[in-house]
């Protein structure tokens, strides 16, 4: 109501209960809203086609997070407005309803005074929630291990996307595509919603940087945005984005889209704890992640032998850090370098048991293993079976 009240307006606030019922009023003096938008106002993303509110701002969901949050606590909402002589909102909550929420009392004050319709903006989001970096993390959020990072300039949109997933994952946030990049370098989220259109830098122009550095580009990115022709489809697509969803969305839609994309993760993920050799490129992840696996997977299996091939080489030989080393392999495999390289060596250890033409202790030497029978313990918590008896079973790696 700030947005539509002039300069030295005023907004005030009235609560009244009964046995039954509470109802709260929040009045303004400002410019009111013309009969023919008033049934229009509660629906997400509507547009308002009066010049009188042209100059003014929004994300157009307030009002529907409004109803949606009121409803959900069996209230009511409606307005009665007049142009040119203000609006009022009325919201009646069952007295039933309120006893039951424990909360702290609250001091209101009942009415505030518009000193300045074009007030600091600097304070504009002051105390606002999900506005900047980690947010909501309840109790129950943070024993989640996955995290998500939306990127929207819109404030309001921001917070409804945030809202969304609130519970579900840790949530943290930004404004626009440069930011993004910094936090997804800083935190590692396990996806990315991103609007398209921002300043500074745009979701498409984001996830391009996104997917071409080796540090992040292992991030499942999902676009939203307004624009829903194809040739935008196909641009953030093109460039390694995962999902594309057009605005307005279905919240469930988009949760569902989320968990999927993360579940499919999850899937690539332990693929390679069951097999030896996959094809990369038969699993939906990026360029530059097939390239690094490719190379990971080579060159443990040129140096699959010598049982002094430590992290620090491995990490060398890749031309990384190894603290990136570790964040990369646990991103795509879910393996630490030192699991990762063991893994390899079992499992071609096992391909060798099949040939016949070694014994347990050769094959353990032939891959890498100094000690047989620290060899026969990691065979047997690999594949639950020893590596005598394994030639024997059914087992195929």
Wanted: glycine share 4%.
């Amino acid at each position: 109501m700030l947005k539509f009240t002039h300069a030295n307006g005023k907004i005030s606030m009235f609560i009244q209960q009964n046995e039954k019922e509470i109802t709260v009023e929040v009045k303004d003096n400002g410019i009111g809203i013309s009969p023919d938008l008033q049934d229009q106002i509660f629906t997400r993303y509507y547009e308002k086609q009066d010049p009188i509110y042209s100059h003014i701002k929004g994300s157009g969901i307030g009002l529907a997070i409004s109803k949606q949050m009121v409803e959900l606590h069996q209230g009511t909402i409606d307005l009665v407005s007049t142009n040119h002589k203000g609006s009022c909102f009325r919201v009646v909550f069952p007295r039933e309803i309120i006893n039951s929420i424990d909360v702290e009392p609250q001091v209101l004050k009942n009415d505030w005074s518009i000193q300045n319709d074009s007030a600091d903006k600097s304070k504009e989001n002051e105390g606002a929630p999900f506005h900047d970096d980690l947010v909501g993390l309840s109790d129950e959020c943070e024993r989640k291990n996955e995290m998500i990072l939306i990127i929207e300039d819109n404030l309001e949109v921001r917070d409804y996307i945030s809202h969304i997933f609130i519970g579900l994952y840790q949530v943290i946030t930004s404004d626009n595509g440069e930011e993004g990049l910094l936090k997804a370098r800083r935190h590692h989220p396990d996806l990315i919603l991103s609007d398209v259109m921002m300043p500074v830098m745009d979701g498409v122009a984001m996830t391009k940087i996104l997917k071409q550095d080796i540090e992040i580009s292992h991030i499942p990115v999902i676009l939203l945005t307004a624009r829903s022709a194809t040739l935008y489809k196909i641009e953030g697509l093109t460039l390694g984005a995962d999902d594309y969803i057009t605005k307005p969305f279905d919240p469930e839609e988009l949760k569902l889209r989320v968990r999927n994309i993360l579940r499919l993760r999850k899937e690539f993920r332990n693929k390679f704890a069951r097999v030896l050799t996959f094809d990369p490129k038969s699993i939906e992840i990026t360029s530059s992640d097939e390239e690094f696996l490719n190379k990971a997977m080579s060159i443990t299996e040129s140096n699959i032998e010598n049982y002094e091939y430590s992290v620090d080489q491995f990490a060398y030989d890749l031309a990384i850090s190894r603290p990136l080393l570790f964040i990369k392999l646990k991103a795509l495999t879910d393996q630490t370098p030192n699991n990762f390289i063991k893994t390899i060596r079992l499992k071609r250890a096992a391909q060798l048991l099949l040939m016949n033409k070694l014994n347990v202790s050769e094959v353990a030497y032939k891959v890498g293993f100094k000690d047989p029978k620290y060899f026969r313990k990691c065979f047997q918590s690999q594949f639950d079976i020893s590596p005598s008896d394994y030639p024997r079973s059914d087992q195929k790696v």
